[in-house]
């Protein structure tokens, strides 16, 4: 028994050592003015959203009568492009200005009255045996023209994933990256102990893929989607473990002293990680194919939440070398080491933007932890959040148009969801406590 509680109580303060040392506690540093120029600013995309009509879906005369069915696929589809940024979705009410719609005599002239571009039809048919065929066709508006149309199969427990695969296949087509078939990896409390979950990047169809009675904290995505990296206590010491998600497997990565935050090169060889086997937190680099490992920090202070820049050539992270947690760039080989935070005393959970070009981080002011965006290109920052209570972990969809967090702004830790510019916040988690999450990079 008192094992026990010794073991519980190494645990409790490896979890507070943990937290603190990879960005959510770091607290007993003065306060100073934050006086670097925070500007809120709109970011051009390039083009303007399109807008597309989608009209209410049909069932087919083959199909069972199941209303339900097809009227999910329609929400969730309506919703994703909705979220997209790419195309803006023309209200339902204006729909009752135009004759109601047929699909076999399509009245483009009506649709384009009503500022639509792109016209979505789709129709449902649902067997006996509850498997769903969805087929979707896509028109241009303006040239009265068919553009492409799309079969989607299966069961009818997956009518969201058949949505969202339809909704990828429009960003496809108008060359966008697609995200809505995307995972988002996090820790959750919601059966009792911290363990590592998954979830579509909508907050739906929660999945666990832990599951044992220690801790597990900050996932993070392996290159190709199929293995998640994260930090476990399962062998009474923080070491870093790679789940295998269709096989099951887990593999052992590093141990010896505490190992943790994790992240995987997109060129997907190559991991960089936290460790303090040498005395203190340093960052090392992996490579997962020879299993060969090289450190690439050498300083007395605390360096830690190393970040991949896309290409792979250099990586952010977190130092207190100036005295106070910074964010910091170095070459991938650990030189040309530069700062690109200054004036606050607290900036750390840096994520590097898909395209390369900002980072998003948190930072305190005035005992408040919000989410910072640093463009590279210009050395302007955007502040993203402005409710009160801490937001954490930023994470970039694959598009770098949204970003998911976490936050105890409602009184537990909650995953959110917000738009590169700070509009489009939404709330995705709801039971237990939910933190640390990590979307999928393609």
Known sequence: MKNKKMMKMMKKRFYVFLLMIAGLIFA????????QDVVKVRITEGMPMIPVAIPEFQLREAS?????CKQEIYQVLHDDLKYSRVFKVVPKEFYSYIQAFDPNNIRFKDWASIHANILITGSVEVSAEDRVVFAVKVYDVISEKFIFGRNFGGKKEYNRLI????????????AERPIFTSKVAFVSSRDG??????????????????????LDV????????????YTSYRNNNPDLFMFHLYTGKTELIATGKANYAADWCRGGDKIVYTSTRSGNAEIYIKDMQTRKEKQVTFNPAIDTTPCWSPSGDEIAFTSQRGGT????????????VRRITHDGNYYDSSAWSPDGTRIAYVA?????????????KDNTVIKLTEQSGRN??????????HIIFASNRGGTYQLYTIDYDGDNLRQLTFKGENKMPEWQKK
Not at 163 to 169: C, K, Q, S, V
Not at 392 to 401: F, I
Request: no cysteine.
């Open 392 to 401: 954490e972990n930023p994470t970039w969809s694959p598009d770098g148009r």
């Open 163 to 174: 949505a969202h695969r339809t909704a990828d296949e429009m960003m496809k087509y108008f």
């Open 64 to 68: 069972i009568p199941d209303q339900g």
């Open 364 to 376: 305190r002011i005035e005992s408040r932890f919000d989410i910072y965006v640093y463009n590279l």
């Open 193 to 214: 102990n911290n363990e590592i979950y998954m979830m579509d990047y909508d907050g739906e169809r929660v999945r666990r893929v832990t599951s044992n009675t220690d």
């Open 28 to 35: 007993g540093f003065l306060e100073q003015s934050f006086a």
């Open 325 to 336: 947690p910074q964010i910091y760039i170095m070459n991938a080989d650990g030189t040309n």
């Open 218 to 229: 900050l996932p993070t995505w392996s290159a190709d989607n199929e293995k998640i990296l």
